[in-house]
């Protein structure tokens, strides 16, 4: 068993703690395609071996890659938006001592974390913003976490594959309930349009119909 950090931002955060959110799909990064394919032949599909992935169409139009960020039974830590504070009264950048709180930018949540009884974690570091308010998700170290989550399945698929329970499940209906836009006056039967407007608002692009990851995945204690 492995981990591996993962990216969410506040919705998708929301959405895992109120267990709508299962799934999530991650474009493909560097696809090994064989010369001479076309990358984009409308039959090609995905299948995979011991963990190991190909896309083929009449023939194999790529050489073997794997999920970076794991195979079932692995572990992702979420990173999110977050801010460390310190409980007396020293400034957090000249912080020092046993105790640290964090409070989780998602839902205000503060979480306590104490070394006093215990090793101090060897992922323990402040980013030098830490004074400065909320810190992005990616300065989010291991010990600060606080969602856990165990990969359940991996599969790849053309983005525009999503199915509406899938769509469901990666917690598009329940973004687009958060939105002051048309989206959030989507109902049951628009699951895949709900979730191509989230896609998009990640900076993805939902026309270009990518290779992607289907993560599945189940919180458990962190």
Same mark, same amino acid.
């Given at each position: 068993?492995?981990?591996?950090?993962?990216?969410?931002?506040? !919705?998708?955060?929301?959405?895992?703690?109120?267990?709508?959110?299962?799934?999530?799909?991650? !474009?493909?990064?560097?696809?090994?395609?064989?010369?001479?394919?076309?990358?984009?032949? %409308?039959?090609?599909?995905?299948?995979?071996?011991?963990?190991?992935?190909?896309?083929?169409?009449?023939?194999?139009?790529?050489?073997?890659?794997?999920?970076?960020?794991?195979?079932?039974?692995?572990?992702?830590?979420?990173?999110?938006?977050?801010?460390?504070? =310190?409980?007396?009264?020293? !400034?957090?950048?000249?912080?020092?001592?046993?105790?640290?709180?964090? =409070?989780?930018?998602?839902?205000?949540?503060?979480?306590?974390?104490?070394?006093?009884?215990?090793?101090?974690?060897? %992922?323990?570091?402040?980013?030098?913003?830490?004074?400065?308010?909320?810190?992005?998700?990616?300065?989010?170290?291991?010990?600060?976490?606080?969602?856990?989550?165990?990969?359940?399945?991996?599969?790849?698929?053309?983005?525009?594959?999503?199915?509406?329970?899938?769509?469901?499940?990666?917690?598009?209906?329940?973004?687009?309930?958060?939105?002051?836009?048309?989206?959030?006056?989507?109902?049951?039967?628009?699951?895949?349009?709900?979730? %191509?407007?989230?896609?998009? %608002?990640?900076?993805?692009?939902?026309?270009?119909?990518?290779?992607?990851?289907?993560?599945?995945?189940?919180?458990?204690? !962190?």
């Amino acid at each position: 068993m492995r981990e591996h950090p993962i990216l969410f931002n506040g !919705a998708m955060v929301r959405a895992i703690l109120a267990g709508q959110k299962t799934q999530t799909r991650r !474009a493909i990064k560097g696809i090994p395609w064989r010369p001479g394919c076309n990358p984009d032949f %409308s039959q090609a599909r995905a299948f995979s071996n011991a963990g190991e992935f190909r896309i083929a169409g009449s023939q194999e139009m790529t050489t073997g890659f794997r999920c970076p960020f794991g195979q079932p039974g692995d572990r992702l830590w979420v990173r999110e938006t977050w801010r460390p504070q =310190t409980v007396h009264s020293c !400034a957090m950048d000249t912080c020092d001592c046993d105790s640290v709180g964090v =409070t989780f930018a998602a839902d205000g949540e503060w979480v306590l974390h104490t070394w006093s009884q215990a090793p101090v974690p060897d %992922s323990w570091y402040l980013p030098d913003a830490a004074a400065r308010g909320n810190l992005p998700s990616i300065h989010m170290p291991r010990w600060a976490c606080r969602l856990m989550l165990e990969i359940t399945d991996v599969r790849v698929e053309r983005l525009q594959a999503i199915r509406p329970a899938d769509a469901l499940a990666e917690g598009a209906m329940a973004w687009a309930g958060e939105q002051d836009t048309p989206v959030r006056d989507l109902d049951t039967g628009d699951e895949r349009i709900a979730f %191509s407007a989230l896609w998009d %608002s990640t900076g993805g692009d939902w026309n270009s119909n990518p290779w992607v990851w289907v993560i599945t995945f189940k919180r458990i204690e !962190a």
